[in-house]
């Protein structure tokens, strides 16, 4: 099996040979070009201490040489335990010639984290490497928030619900640099018309903002136009008293 590195982090944001993989389900046979050949039994291949840093990411990008021109295969974030992607990588074969496939997942992943490809098929895997994300300018989930209080509400796989008085959620390392948004567009479900108050912490001030989101049927995503602000700051969503709401996501532009 592949051996660890120790605490050494890895760069996902430079390629990763996946012969630096710190464990495998079976022993590491190296194949051409400096990857590993996987069999046609369930193979997985971890990586530790790959560190996305505050930004994050969500898009990778996986080099692959396989005899088939279509492979399934999945991705893990092994310290939550969850499967985070299942995806078929699509490239007609070339002879011993590794190519590319780009992927998104759903959520970005941040800071350090254990994660794992597996693979059921016959083929050669090369490596990866990831695209670093601007996480103020991202498509982020409720659920990554860094602290959620308050006493009503319900933490889902892909949203904040039943949101009532009083919770605040907090996203930390926001750095907008010199951009100002212009607007922040919110994806939820307001079973009545909801109050919500924006807060930007920043070295320079404290800015606060109340937008009304007005009731919906289902999921829907507004637009509210915003002050001028830029530079590293803390964002926080605050749900005044009389609040129903579902929360999925957000986007400032």
């Known amino acids: 099996k592949c051996e660890g590195l120790g605490?050494?982090?890895?760069?996902?944001y430079q390629f990763v040979s996946a012969s630096t993989c710190s464990k495998s389900a079976f022993p590491v046979e190296l194949s051409f070009g400096?990857?590993?050949?996987?069999?046609?039994?369930?193979?997985?291949?971890?990586?530790e201490n790959v560190d996305f840093g505050n930004d994050g990411s969500d898009i990778f990008e996986i080099s692959l040489y396989s005899p088939e021109d279509t492979v399934s295969f999945s991705v893990w974030n092994l310290l939550e335990g969850k499967n985070i992607g299942?995806?078929?990588y699509s490239a007609k074969t070339k002879w011993e010639i590794y190519q590319k496939n780009t992927f998104h997942f759903d959520k970005h992943l941040f800071g350090v984290q254990t994660i794992s490809f597996e693979f059921n098929s016959s083929l050669s895997f090369e490596g990866f490497?990831?695209?670093?994300?601007?996480k103020a300018f991202?498509?982020?989930y409720a659920v990554e928030a860094i602290f959620i209080t308050g006493d009503s509400?319900?933490?889902?796989?892909?949203?904040?619900?039943?949101?009532?008085n009083n919770v605040t959620l907090d996203f930390d390392n926001m750095d907008f640099g010199s951009r100002n948004p212009e607007?922040?567009?919110?994806?939820?479900?307001?079973?009545?018309?909801?109050?919500?108050?924006?807060?930007?912490?920043?070295?320079?001030?404290?800015?606060r903002c109340t937008f009304n989101f007005e009731k919906t049927n289902d999921y829907e995503e507004k637009e509210f136009l915003l002050p001028d602000f830029s530079g590293l700051t803390t964002v926080s969503f605050i749900f005044l008293p009389g609040s129903q709401f579902d929360f999925k996501w957000f986007r400032f532009e």
């Open 7 to 12: 605490s050494t982090t890895l760069n996902p």
């Open 86 to 88: 299942d995806f078929t």
């Open 129 to 134: 490497v990831f695209k670093k994300g601007v």
């Open 183 to 207: 607007k922040l567009i919110i994806c939820g479900h307001a079973s009545v018309d909801n109050s919500i108050q924006l807060v930007i912490n920043s070295e320079k001030e404290d800015i």
């Open 138 to 140: 991202s498509k982020l």
């Open 34 to 47: 400096n990857g590993v050949r996987v069999s046609g039994e369930k193979s997985w291949f971890m990586f």
């Open 153 to 164: 509400f319900v933490k889902t796989d892909n949203a904040i619900e039943k949101i009532g």
